[in-house]
């Protein structure tokens, strides 16, 4: 899926103002790959010689709270808890670069060491600068286990080494969008949009008026003659399938689909039709704009099951980072920072900025956490 050519860029002053977190949004060009019968399903990948050796502190027996534990050659928790690393060939880690990397050979190596009580497994690559032609993040689902969100219910988990416990797998290019997004909006892809609006964004929130993580408007103003401009925190302008990076919490309808409100907080839903963009920021032409309340969403779709009152409020995830080379101390650090802001229960630190954290964008109702425990070893 190509989005490069339909979006809507944000407003001019909010461009300027996330000109730093600019880059997570514009050039995506692909961040949602999701199928009914197994994603990303490859060729059973060789294991390849790790040609790192690591030298860490590992204490297999007795790793104690803290500590780097080597669990093979190549493949390590590392000391703060917060990621594990993954040495692979130069061929695997260039596969995800190119959008065919096998996350099969990465899940299979989580579950012969951790047991199965991930969520999500979050694989990282290290480049320092996005790669050409692809996308920013990616998100595979692995299931899909909520019904009333508009996709009929399966389960690919045993594909990855999963017995029913994984949600999704996501990967980005960088670390650093661990802060900058699309983390966030990438974790989101699990619930949403499969089908729960219609879109010609695929994945995505698109022309409507669901604002957030996956694109969408706040706001909508008639300017006659069939063209509208929508408007995002008051700002003209908005994306159609993301709205800059980590800059802006979860919408009313992704709360509603990750199971953080119930159904009597379903905001109504402006969906334009046959919308197309214009030269201008935030403005596009559409036949109509037409108005789905809760009650037909509802109606569509049946109600979320489970309910806001019994879903899922506290998310476990892994990080892999993918690397053909053991990582630098400075990587190591600023990683283990930023999942640490990202998993936060409060405020990420001062350097993110207008940045939200996985706490803050669903409003504090929903909490992710990604520190390795010993529990979760082997
Ligand atoms: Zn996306």
């Keep these: ?55 860490t502190d590992a204490e297999q027996d007795d790793p104690g709270p803290q500590g780097s534990i080597e669990l093979e050659d190549g493949f390590t928790v590392d000391e703060d808890r917060m990621f594990s690393s993954m040495i692979v060939s130069a061929a695997e880690y260039q ?32 480049e320092e600068e996005q790669p050409s032609g692809l996308y920013y993040g990616r998100s595979s689902s692995a299931q899909s286990g909520v019904s009333g969100l508009g996709s009929s219910l399966w389960d690919n988990t045993a594909a990855y080494g999963s017995a029913g416990k994984l949600k999704s797998l996501i990967h980005m290019p960088r670390t650093e969008y661990v802060r900058n997004g699309p983390f966030l909006h990438e974790i989101a892809h699990y619930w949403a949009n499969h089908g729960f609006i219609a879109t010609t964004v695929g994945g995505h929130w698109g022309y409507s008026s669901a604002g957030g993580q996956l694109g969408g408007f706040d706001a909508l103003e008639d300017l006659g003659g069939n063209t509208y401009r929508g408007l995002l925190n008051g700002q003209t302008g908005f994306g159609t399938f993301a709205n800059g990076g980590n800059s802006v919490p979860y919408g009313n309808l992704e709360l509603y689909t990750m199971g953080l409100i119930e159904a009597d907080d379903l905001e109504t839903v402006m969906v334009a039709e046959n919308p197309q963009s214009t030269a201008v920021f935030g403005e596009f032409t559409a036949d109509a704009i037409t108005e789905i309340t809760a009650a037909q969403l509802i109606a569509q779709h049946g109600e979320r099951l489970p309910s806001a009152q019994d879903a899922q409020k506290a998310f476990t995830g892994i990080v892999v980072v993918l690397s053909t080379e053991a990582l630098s101390q400075s990587k190591r650090e600023q990683l283990t920072a930023d999942m640490e802001s990202f998993t936060r229960q409060g405020d990420p630190d001062d350097s993110w900025g207008n940045s939200y954290n996985f706490w803050r964008a669903t409003f504090e109702m929903a909490t992710l956490s990604a520190r390795i425990t010993d529990e979760q070893i082997k």
């Design 1 to 55: 899926m190509s989005y490069i050519k339909t979006f809507q860029i944000l407003g001019i002053r909010r461009l300027l103002m996330l000109t730093f977190l600019f880059l997570s949004v514009v050039v995506f060009n692909s961040c949602s790959t999701d199928s009914e019968n197994g994603t990303e399903i490859t060729e059973n990948n060789t294991e390849d010689d790790n040609d790192a050796n690591e030298d």
């Design 95 to 126: 596969a995800f670069l190119e959008g065919n990397g096998d996350l099969q050979m990465v899940s299979n190596k989580v579950y012969q060491y951790f047991e199965d009580d991930f969520d999500f497994i979050f694989i990282l690559s290290v």
